[in-house]
């Protein structure tokens, strides 16, 4: 059965992950993180793709990608990732996929996404515990964006709204995958909402301002969960 296409809403910016098939190492020492990173850059012209952020971790990718046609970026990572695969399999003298199924990609619609998704990207190699700061991992282009030369008020309340957002992205989906939950069934259900909403702000200091903007709901309707 052939597979259905993908759906993407309008946007020219992806968050595109690959990973390891059976989450296995697929990017095992530098040389094939070099590798791949070469290979990331030699065919993104052919294929009109700016690389905006990257990080390779050992069995998985992050790349924040811009393209006008989203064709060329299934294309584009088709490309790289079939030539990783050739070259991995011939390097550790095997057959069979390197990586689990395609890849995921995910669209970013705004300014306030697009930080949260760099932040995310950078950080991984420190949640990891593969260095303190994200600058000192090699095979990102972290440093390639100065990011560290920003000083003003402006970044820094910037970055206090990745950092949050951030935040409430990863603790928000734990909490729907702890209980089994999606988006709908959670507003519908009033006594799990609650448990949420004071998880987020008794135990994580996630801002009224910031869930009431996440979930559509009026702020004074979280402000009375917590109370309650």
Do not use: W
């Not at 690389?51 to 060329?72: E, G, P, Q, R, W």
């Not at 939950?181 to 301002?209: A, C, M, P, T, Y």
């Amino acid at each position: 059965m052939p597979r259905k296409p993908r759906k993407y809403l309008e946007t020219n910016c992806y968050h595109v992950m690959t990973q390891g098939i059976n989450k296995k190492f697929i990017f095992n020492n530098s040389n094939e993180k070099k590798y791949y990173i070469k290979k990331m850059y030699e065919v993104k012209e052919k294929f009109y793709i700016s690389i905006l952020a990257y990080c390779i971790m050992d069995n998985h990718s992050h790349l924040l990608l811009k393209t006008n046609n989203v064709k060329d970026l299934s294309k584009y990572m088709q490309s790289i990732n079939s030539n990783y695969a050739s070259y991995f399999n011939k390097m550790h003298n095997r057959v069979g996929y390197v990586f689990r199924d395609r890849f995921k990609a995910e669209g970013i619609y705004s300014e306030k996404q697009l930080y949260c998704c760099m932040k995310y990207i950078y950080n991984n190699p420190v949640k990891a515990g593969l260095c303190i700061h994200a600058g000192d991992y090699r095979f990102s282009n972290y440093k390639e964006l100065n990011i560290e030369n920003e000083s003003n008020n402006e970044f820094e309340f910037i970055d206090y709204e990745i950092e949050e957002c951030i935040n409430f992205e990863n603790l928000f989906q734990d909490f729907l995958s702890k209980y089994n939950i999606n988006i709908h069934e959670l507003k519908e259900n009033k006594l799990i909402l609650k448990r949420l909403v004071q998880f987020l702000v008794n135990d994580h200091s996630i801002s009224l301002r910031k869930i009431s903007s996440e979930l559509e709901i009026p702020r004074e309707s979280i402000r009375r969960l917590v109370k309650n």
